[in-house]
Structure formats: C-alpha cells, structure tokens
C-alpha cells in the first residue's frame, strides 16, 4: 500500500463529508427519541385506556425494541464521526491507530470515521471469528 497522506485541502474535504454525516445522524437520533417519548408516554398513560391497546401491546414492544436497537447504533456512529472530526483536528486523520499506516482515501470515503487501515481491519476480524 502506497497511500499518500492527506493534504489539507482533503482534510477539509473529509471534515465537510464527517460534518454532514453527523448532522444528519443527530437528526435521526432526535426523531427517535422523540418517538421513543411518545411511546413511554402512551404505555404509562390513562390506564382506562389500557386494556383497549393490550392487544397491540405486543408489537408496540418489538418497535420500541427496535428504535433502542436502531437509536444506540447511530448514537455509537455520532461517538465514532466525533472521534473522526477530532481527529481531522489534531491532524491524525487517516492514519491506522494499530499500524500507523495510511488508512487510504477509497476506505475513507465508504467509511469516513474508520479508524483501521484494510489490513488491520481484516486481521481484528479473523482474530474475533476464532474466538
Ligand atoms: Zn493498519
């Protein structure tokens, strides 16, 4: 791998692409926890009411189920794109954290808070389908 470090005018390019991405990840994660409200509110709200929605109560608990599911993965993707910009700060952006190599910009641009270059990535996960 011959990966040329990344200028600054692509770390700006990169900051821009990570910024976006958290803007829209923040997004998402105030709608669901407004959804996520709103159904807390309406399982322990008028009891009168209970009985009549007991039935879908059910499925109510697998879509919450879900959100959360759904909610801590993007809450761990805005942790991961915050590391990112933070990195694109201190100037360590695009660099392998286990190798120190260029983690490359085709890798980067599907994965832009990826902090392993290929090689490492690869060797963690055969290391975890062992175990
Ligand atoms: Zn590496």
Redesign the pocket.
Known sequence: MSDKELTTEKLKEFEQIILKERQASEELIRELDELQKHSLKDSSGDLSSYSLHQADLGTDTIYAEKRVYYLNGEIEKLRKLNLALKRIYDKSYGV?E??G?QIGEKRLHAIPYAR??I??KSADEKKKKKH
Do not use: L
């Open positions: 392998c286990i190798c190599k392993y270059c090689e490492c």
